[in-house]
């Protein structure tokens, strides 16, 4: 994913992270909300819960609704990643890499 969002200095709170994230899913939904969407697509955010941030009935803004979408599903992916490990056990030689 890439939200163009500058992460180099400290550790940032959730709470941080997800003002962080509102402000450029509200840029995005904006100015280029086909490149947003397409974001999302590649981040794997389930079109359901799209459609229900998008919805105007929410208690939210979209862009705050979308923005902790993304914050939960990058949570489950670094979630999995931790959790996961790859060996190269039954791969053929050479597959390996």
């Known amino acids: 994913m890439n939200l163009d969002l500058d992460l180099s200095g400290p550790a940032l709170s959730d ?4 003002a962080l994230l509102t402000q450029r899913v509200e840029t995005l ?14 981040m794997d955010v389930e079109e359901k819960a799209i459609h229900h941030a998008l919805h105007p009935g929410t208690d939210v803004s979209a862009a705050v609704a979308l923005a902790k979408l993304v914050l939960e599903r990058q949570k489950q992916r670094w979630a999995i990643k931790k959790n996961t490990t790859v060996g190269d056990e039954g791969i053929p030689d050479g597959w390996e890499w």
Do not use: G, I, K, N
């Open 29 to 42: 939904l904006e100015q280029e909300p086909d490149l947003l969407m397409s974001l999302l697509y590649r």
């Open 15 to 18: 709470d941080e992270l997800l």
